[in-house]
Structure formats: structure tokens, C-alpha cells
């Protein structure tokens, strides 16, 4: 079986994809730092080995973490070994530390936020508007990013103060070019920076995640400290990154695809699809590390040996013909069925799910009828991905707003 090196730059994610799909149902992959895992690249064999209670998320299974290959300062040891919270138990731990969570994040519950996030949305939109107008903006940076960590952060209970510093460490949490060095002090400032915030949570608790998280392990849950500051870190860092990562892709989804755009804008498409649609063809998240094999699993012709490591690629799941048929390569928000399992599967599936979908719901056909002319300020081609082999983020998304709505020109 050839060996597909992840590319850390992330220069071309599409090529990579399609490469990982022609190796087949499993490929065998180097993950930046040198280390040698599987991935999952079709959609049925994804689905079925997320759901294989012989693949588990318990790090000691792992053959190269036995062996002391794995070392504290790869770039990536926070997302293969981020302490223990939902992402890293099964079994009984799991729906324990899953159970709290998942009730705060109800399809209800989560419906109640919708006030306050077309609140921050339209807040968004009034700074966008008071820009020069002609002015280039970085989208990303005005309006992708903000809204969901200010709905994420008041979920949590996360001071706004503390905003700016969760952006600097999550920047090198995420990116495969962190100096190896700055790996560990990283990590323990996250660490730090997340019990501050338990610590003020446990002493004035208010009515967030965090303090019914104390207040559960204060009740009998047995939560540890570790498990309420890792479970924090893991909602604050999944539920903000993928959020930005889906409203940039919709925009440059729609900006290189006008003629669907024309339609959005008319009323002849429904943004759910346009939505749906990006999450399965441009996927936020590009690759999830990482789940080990307890025993010899057939995945195809092939097998996932025991010990060995496996990470889900949905950037190559998103795209399988098998699934999607001929046009699964193309972006169509009118694809029906979309099956696709962006947000994950099984168990583990992510629980944030209808924040996201909620979020991009209300920002997006926001952000348009209020610029309804919006374009990007540059060619596709130019724009960069991050070089973050988890997530398929860009640098920047740089766009020409246009006159606002209702606005002389």
C-alpha cells in the first residue's frame, strides 16, 4: 500500500482528497512530524467504523504511542492526545461526559439562542456597512470569526477579555507549523488559561455550560477538574473553528458558482441547501484525528491493523461517487438526497451540530440581504488555505462588499 504524505501547507486539499479516494476505502498516510497512521476515505466504510466499538479513542491503544514515537512536541499532540474529555472516553465514560453536554445543546435549547445570535449578526452587519465603501474586507475576520466565538464564549460563560489570547493559542493549537518547542508551553497555557476560567466559573457560577458542568460534578456526575477544563477547551475550539470554516466556504462556494448564487438570491434556492451542500463539498473539517484499532479490522480489501491509528478524512468522504454519483465533485445546492456525514457519526458525532447549522442559517442570508452584490475582492485561485491539516480553513477571505441594501450608490 502506498504511503499519501498530508501535505502541512495544505497547498492543494482537493488534490489530496482525490488521491486519498483512488488508494482506496483505506490509505495509509504520514501525517506531518513523520508519523504513520490510517484514514477512512470512502463514505460506507466511514460510517461503519465509526459506529465499530473495536475502534476506540483510548491512546494507549496506539502502537507508535507504546513505543515512545510519538513525541510532546509534535505539532499535533494536542489534538491526538488533548487529556480527557468526551473526545478521548467510550463506553459509560463517554455518554457520562457526553449526557451533560448533549442537554445543553438540544435542537430546543439551542433554538432559544436564536435572539441573541441575530442580535450579533445584525451587529456584525453595521460595522461591515460603516467600512469605506470600495473598501477590500476580510470577511473572515469581520464577520465569520466574531459570531460564532461570541456565541460560543456566552454559551461557556467565557469573558470577552479573554478573547484575543483564545485566538492566539488556538492559531497554534491548529497549525502544523508551530515550532516544535513552543509545542508544550502551548499546551500549558491552554491548560492555564481554561482553569482561570473554571476557577471563576466555580466561584461566581452563572447561567452558562461551564457552571452546570461544576455544578454536575458538585451534584455526584463525578466530573474531575480535568474533565470540566478539557470538555471546555473541546466545545470552545470545535464550536467556533468549524462555524468560521462554513461561512467562508458558503461565500466562496457562491462567489465561484453565480449562477446558484443568482437563484439563493432570488429566492429559488433554500439556504439549508446551499448549507447542506457546502458542508459536503467543501467541508469545514478536512481530516479528525484520531481512533485506534483494538483489533485487525477488514475496511474493503484491505485491513486496519490492530494498534494502528485511524483518522476520518471527510474532505475525501464528502466527494465519493460512490455516495454522490458522477457530480459528486461538483457543487449543487439543489443535491437532494445529501447524505453526507460532515459533522460526523456514530457515538462521537459532533454535538454541536445544530449550533453551527443555526448560526450559518441566520448569518448567511443576513450577510446577503444586507450585500446582496457580494463578491470576492480577489480570483479564487489566489486564496490560501491555513496550514492546518485538521481543519480547512483560509487565511483570509477577502471580499468587495458592494453598495448595502437600501442604500444610494
Not at 447524505?339 to 457515538?347: D, N, S
Request: negative net charge; hydrophobic residues 40%; glycine residues 8%.
Amino acid at each position: 500500500m502506498t504511503r499519501i504524505a498530508l501535505d502541512p501547507f495544505v497547498t492543494d486539499l482537493d488534490g489530496e482528497s482525490a488521491a486519498l479516494r483512488a488508494a482506496g476505502p483505506l490509505a495509509e498516510v504520514e501525517l506531518p512530524g513523520g508519523v504513520h497512521v490510517y484514514a477512512v476515505t470512502r463514505h460506507a466504510e466511514a460510517r461503519a467504523l465509526l459506529t465499530d466499538n473495536r475502534v476506540v479513542k483510548d491512546i494507549n491503544v496506539w502502537n507508535a504511542w507504546q513505543r515512545g514515537e510519538i513525541p510532546q512536541d509534535w505539532p499535533l499532540i494536542g489534538l491526538a492526545n488533548p487529556g480527557r474529555s468526551m473526545l478521548t472516553v467510550d463506553g459509560a465514560d463517554h455518554r457520562r461526559l457526553r449526557t451533560l453536554v448533549a442537554q445543553a445543546l438540544t435542537v430546543k435549547r439551542v433554538e432559544r439562542l436564536r435572539a441573541g445570535i441575530e442580535a450579533l449578526t445584525h451587529a456584525s452587519l453595521e460595522k461591515l456597512a460603516a467600512l469605506p465603501a470600495g473598501q477590500p474586507v476580510d470577511l473572515k475576520a469581520e464577520f465569520a470569526y466574531p459570531l460564532p466565538m461570541n456565541v460560543i464564549s456566552e454559551l461557556m460563560g467565557v469573558d470577552a477579555a479573554d478573547h484575543p489570547r483564545l485566538k492566539e493559542l488556538f492559531e497554534k493549537f491548529f497549525s502544523t507549523q508551530t515550532p516544535p518547542e513552543e509545542v508544550p508551553q502551548m499546551m500549558a497555557d491552554l491548560g492555564t488559561l481554561f482553569t482561570k476560567i473554571v476557577d471563576s466559573k466555580r466561584a461566581n457560577p452563572g447561567d452558562d455550560l461551564t457552571s452546570a458542568l461544576i455544578a454536575a460534578s458538585e451534584d455526584g456526575d463525578h466530573l474531575s477538574d480535568e474533565e470540566i477544563v478539557n470538555t471546555l477547551q473541546l466545545i470552545i475550539a470545535a464550536g467556533h473553528e468549524t462555524t468560521i470554516s462554513l461561512i467562508v466556504n458558503v461565500v466562496e462556494a457562491l462567489a465561484t458558482h453565480p449562477e446558484q448564487r443568482e437563484k439563493v438570491l432570488n429566492g429559488e434556492i433554500g439556504w439549508d441547501g446551499v448549507i447542506e451542500e457546502t458542508l459536503r463539498w467543501n467541508t469545514p473539517t478536512s481530516h479528525v484525528l484520531i481512533r485506534f484499532a483494538t483489533e485487525d479490522i477488514e475496511v474493503g480489501d484491505k485491513v486496519l491493523p490492530k494498534g494502528e491509528g485511524l483518522i476520518v478524512s471527510f474532505g475525501a468522504l464528502g466527494r465519493d461517487e460512490e455516495i454522490y454519483g458522477p457530480t459528486a465533485g461538483e457543487f449543487d445546492a439543489t443535491r437532494t438526497p445529501n447524505r453526507h456525514i460532515a459533522f460526523g457519526h456514530g457515538p462521537h458525532v459532533c454535538p454541536g451540530a445544530a449550533l453551527s447549522r443555526l448560526e450559518a442559517g441566520i448569518a448567511l442570508p443576513a450577510l446577503y440581504e444586507r450585500f446582496p452584490e457580494l463578491d470576492l475582492a480577489v480570483p479564487a485561485a489566489e486564496l490560501r488555505n491555513k496550514p492546518i491539516v485538521t481543519q480547512n480553513d483560509l487565511h483570509e477571505l477577502p471580499v468587495k462588499l458592494g453598495c448595502p441594501f437600501g442604500h444610494d450608490a
